[in-house]
């Protein structure tokens, strides 16, 4: 399974190193590459959690008008997602789409004889890269907490814009809570994974902290709310 992307990706790779002779800035064009091409989707993600926290009133009406009938309950829910254009599916989809990507990296940057045929690029995956001295093997500190903090500032940022941290948001808590361990986890991880790994996550969030203040700035929208709040 881990083939069928890790081999596309190594040849996407291959092409950018010949272009650019640096594999760390091969992985770098790469990555925003990937966040282009789901940039879209990631908007139209932040807008349909922003109006799903809109209607929340709305649906906590709905629990309470039909909680002795589930069929009527989803069928109310339903009509209510088609009247405001809001597709429930859409709060994941972009990490479903970057999942398989990140898998088919990580198999990649393991295992490089598996999935690239010029011994040349063999080479280029264990290239240094700043102070990285082996872009194929873990980095302990830098890139990981680097990945870490990226993280924390991009869902930070997310939920705000979405208005997940919005006090109508039944999972606000548990939100928070994510906004803390997401990223530990991350820096975990990173410190057992290949440093290219760890470098395409750092890029990929700096991204969309940067996609975040071009859609809206979060200053802007922590007032909107707070005159809400107001009203």
């Not at 190193?17 to 091409?37: D, E, K, M, P, Q």
């Not at 001295?133 to 870490?148: E, H, K, M």
């Not at 700096?206 to 909107?224: D, L, T, Y």
Request: charged share 15%; aromatic share 10%; proline share 6%.
């Amino acid at each position: 399974m881990t083939s069928l992307v890790a081999v596309p990706l190594g040849y996407v790779l291959e092409w950018l190193y010949s272009l650019l002779s640096n594999y760390g800035l091969a992985i770098i064009v790469f990555t925003l590459i990937i966040r282009i091409i789901i940039m879209p989707l990631y908007a139209a993600q932040l807008k349909s959690s922003r109006r799903m926290m809109e209607v929340q009133p709305l649906v906590k009406e709905i629990q309470e008008k039909y909680k002795g009938d589930a069929a009527k309950m989803n069928e109310a829910m339903q009509e209510l997602y088609s009247e405001h254009k809001i597709n429930p599916a859409m709060g994941c989809l972009p990490l479903l789409i970057q999942l398989p990507v990140i898998w088919g990296l990580f198999g990649l940057l393991r295992n490089p004889l598996e999935y690239i045929a010029d011994d040349s690029m063999i080479l280029a995956v264990h290239e240094s890269f700043f102070w990285v001295t082996d872009l194929g093997q873990p980095d302990l500190w830098v890139f990981p907490i680097l990945a870490g903090v990226a993280t924390f500032i991009s869902m930070k940022l997310t939920t705000l814009i979405s208005g997940q941290n919005n006090s109508n948001n039944p999972t606000a808590s548990s939100m928070k809570m994510m906004q803390y361990f997401m990223p530990i986890m991350i820096v975990w991880m990173a410190r057992s994974m290949p440093a290219g790994i760890s470098l395409y996550w750092v890029v990929s969030n700096i991204f969309q902290i940067f996609q975040i203040f071009v859609m809206r700035r979060p200053n802007k929208i922590i007032k909107e709310e707070r005159l809400g709040e107001i009203e």
